[in-house]
């Protein structure tokens, strides 16, 4: 079992996503965004979503290699509104017998994401 936090100002992410339009492309799949601007907190919400990303790669002990890394972890909503992790590629064969769970919070100015390995 192991576990990965993460935690990130919303102000950081909402300045990086307003100067950098390529950010939400390079960080997040097109299901991930759909689902992110149905949000009423557009920005809390990506910012959740990214720290759920980062507290995956602390999670496996491996820190980001590159940032084609962040794709390869979806964190998507199920039918309960509850988020979930699903992994692509190299990760999802690396990790497939193991169980992730994650849970994303915010307020006004933070957002933070804990993920479980079991």
């Not at 992410?13 to 307003?18: E, G, P, S």
């Not at 992994?87 to 994303?104: A, C, N, Q, R, T």
Request: hydrophobic share 40%; net charge positive; glycine share 4%.
């Amino acid at each position: 079992m192991n576990i990965g936090i993460d935690i990130i100002e919303i102000e950081r992410i909402t300045k990086i996503i307003k100067k950098n339009k390529f950010f939400l492309d390079k960080i997040f799949c097109s299901d991930e965004i759909g689902q992110t601007f149905l949000k009423k907190n557009i920005f809390e919400s990506i910012a959740a979503r990214y720290c759920a990303k980062e507290s995956f790669f602390k999670c496996i002990g491996t820190g980001i290699e590159k940032i084609s890394d962040f794709k390869m972890v979806k964190i998507l909503n199920n039918q309960n509104r509850q988020p979930e992790i699903f992994l692509l590629g190299d990760l999802k064969k690396k990790y497939e017998k193991f169980e992730f769970k994650v849970s994303l919070s915010h307020c006004k100015k933070y957002a933070c994401a804990v993920v479980l390995m079991v």
